[in-house]
């Protein structure tokens, strides 16, 4: 499985930043997929997250409002709309794919990372 994430950049705050991901190599049955973020200094936190194939969405509460998460079915990218960014979201993004298999087995899969940063 590979996750290749890009569009991140460096923007003001208040400005907006698409990230988008592409999945390939696998084929799964149950799995969903998100985005996480980690700022130096601190762990990796869940920022969004979406059930691939019901849409169900999920998010952290501080970015409510602010950021969208979708995914295209067909072309199985995965994206994240910032809007409203604010400093504290400066943060390395990570791609996430996690999949739920026979018997309760989980594995999870991640992208490569792309740099958001957010001036004042």
């Known amino acids: 499985v590979q996750l290749q994430a890009s569009g991140g950049g460096?923007?003001?705050?208040?400005?907006?930043?698409r990230l988008s991901c592409a999945a390939s190599g696998g084929t799964f049955s149950s799995y969903g997929m998100g985005w996480f973020r980690q700022s130096p200094g601190k762990e990796r936190e869940f920022v969004?997250?979406?059930?691939?194939?019901g849409g169900t969405t999920y998010y952290l509460?501080?970015?409510?409002?602010?950021?969208?998460?979708?995914?295209?079915?067909?072309?199985?990218?995965?994206?994240?709309?910032?809007n409203s960014l604010k400093p504290e979201d400066t943060a390395v993004y990570y791609c996430n794919l996690h999949v739920t298999g026979a018997g309760g087995s989980v594995n999870d899969y991640w992208g490569q990372g792309t740099q958001v940063t957010v001036l004042q």
């Open 10 to 17: 460096l923007v003001q705050a208040g400005g907006s930043l």
């Open 48 to 53: 969004a997250g979406i059930i691939w194939s």
């Open 61 to 82: 509460n501080s970015v409510k409002g602010r950021f969208t998460i979708s995914r295209d079915y067909a072309k199985n990218t995965l994206s994240l709309l910032m």
